[in-house]
């Protein structure tokens, strides 16, 4: 078949596709949202009915997918590795339930915090769960990775993670697509998994726990043999083991310097325990070379230490961000090509909101607001909206994950914090905001809580929100906000001393108060324009 | 062959306009390629970059080392100064020299300027204003194209076919526009080229 030039996340989306998978369920988050783009786009999976919307967050994604995979179906997840957090509960305990169709959960980590709170790698996960994780090196390789994890995953009947990073996701190379397989059939009612399987209370639990415990050596196994890994010989005395795309920046040290370092590639977890005896018996020292935390490094290493084993931990390496050629020519004791620095006048070039953001105005009006309180501070929430932190507006000063700003309101109001106001967004409100917002119901909280509705998720790039508009009014209402503190205001220039007022009447009230900030995004708006 | 080709702008600028038009150009050649892209926070009008491999043989890493880019093609020249340090002795840079200033403290762009004139042959192209000749400012990224062309390592008529095909969706006259734009830079950048006094000094002043 034809070569076709894909992003890492679209080269994913195409393996989906083509292993005849029925969905793709998935909250959007940088750098895996393309991945349920592509399926959202892709005629074939149109054509073939595959179902490709957004779910509220990454746990009703997670289990929606094991819904469908318990229809015996085939299904993918996909999330970001921090929506991976929200979805662990689901995740855990379907490696005890084990799956149906073959599910296959694709997470994008982000080391460097390119777009992200923090750089936790998803392996971590895998081991926590206890299932295969696989670790691409490529984008031809993720494509057929992600055919390989369906089977790997029907055969084991276990959930299998495909872990992505950032330049991985994000960069595009020629993949050439192999045979589609055909979508499977609804199993006839006797062919349903049993209850005994996917009932977790604690009789069943515990024999689904030992059968997952009993799989481990076949896991190891079918690493050991697997084709994602292979050795690359070579004489010299300092060997690499290199993971997923690690790999491609030892391979581009090895010909830049012309080197001859044995390499063993590792795209399968477990670690294929043969191999790397081989590796550490043939080398004098070892580097280990992984994107993220130092997970396998830590298990070579032990608890008292192994000298041969160099990488994070030692210094070898740095402990944080993502990885690239320099860094591992440097570690390797070689120098990379002298570099001019960055002419001093060069000044930073911050990311901000757009012109014409309503978020702009709201800010102008919660900054007037705010600036008449000692207490000035603004929990926040994760979206365009968090660029409010930076200059001019300096207008927030918390944003932990989402859904956060409405309960850390909440505890602060309960400390005596006043005002205690909140900034979350349609998509990150209907995402984790609504149960907090249910919290200040039940606990008559004083808070006030402005939901900044621009009728998208627009920092990831435009996909349907779960509820705007009427909907998140309903919603509100429906979660006990008393109707007399649900307002709304439309965030523009000529509106600012109303908006000043609303704002300053809310905040001047003792209890729960919603503000509904309503403006269209202004590149959602442009994009329909250009649609229509 | 192989060439090391480094992409920089402001977010929402277009460089991957660009640099979907140079994959193209190369897929239709038979040569590999590698393309690392940004995405989210960074486009809302902060810094972007992309790097660009293309290879007639296995290219392992999707980033390029400093020091090695034989090719910066920039579509402002602020960001141009900051990716020069990733330039190799003999690398080429190429930029528009309209400033985007969304931020505090853009320096004076004669001293912008000026820096660039040390980074080696830069190639300084009055883009937009080009652009605007051919019918819109927002083919400047395609004028910049242009002025690249003679670096890249593609035949000029290989990525005018990659622009066709890139812009075809969009319209026919948006397509031939562009191309018009994407000649209009390559003769620009020939001129400044061949000239003895390199890039013009007074212009933008
Ligand atoms: S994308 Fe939309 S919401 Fe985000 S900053 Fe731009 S206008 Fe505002």
Redesign the pocket.
Known sequence: MERQLLLGAEAAALGAIDAGISGVYAYPGTPSTEITEFIQHSPAARNRGVRAAWSTNEKTAYEEALGMSYAGKRVLVCMKHVGLNVAADAFINSALTGVGGGLVLAVADDPSMHSSQNEQDSRVYGKFAMIPVIEPSNQQELYDGVRHAFQLSESLSLPVMVRLTTRLAHSRAGVVPKEPEPERTLPAADALPSAERFVLMPVNARRQYARLIGLQRDIEQLAECSWLNRMVEGTASTGVLAFGIAYNYVMEVREAFDMDFPVLKTGQYPLPLGAAQQLFNQCDSVLVAEEGYPVIEELLRGFFGNGQVLGRLDGTLARTGELNTDIIARALGLEPAPAAPVPEIVVPRPPE??R?????DLYLALNTVMAGHPHDHVFSDI???T?GALAPFSAIHTCVDMGASVTMAIGAAEAGLRPAVAVIGDSTFTHSGMTGLLDAVNRRSSVTIIITD?D?T??TG?QNSAATGSRLEAICLGLGVDPLHLRTIVPLKPRLQENIAVISEEIAYEGVSVILARRE????AAKRNRNT | MKKNIILAGVGGQGILSIAAVIDLAALHSGLEIRQAEVHGMSQ?GGAVESHLRIADREIHSDLIARGTADLVISVEPLEALRQSPWLAPSGRLVTAMEPVVNMEGYPRIEAVRRSLLETGAPILIDAQQLAEECGSRRASNMVVLGAAAPFIGIPPERLEAGISELFERKGADIAEMNTRAFRKGLEASQQQAASPEGPPTNAMT
């Open positions: 909101l757009c014409g953001c309503g978020h702009r979206g365009c909206y660029l621009n998208t627009a920092m435009g995004c202004v590149e959602r | 809302r």
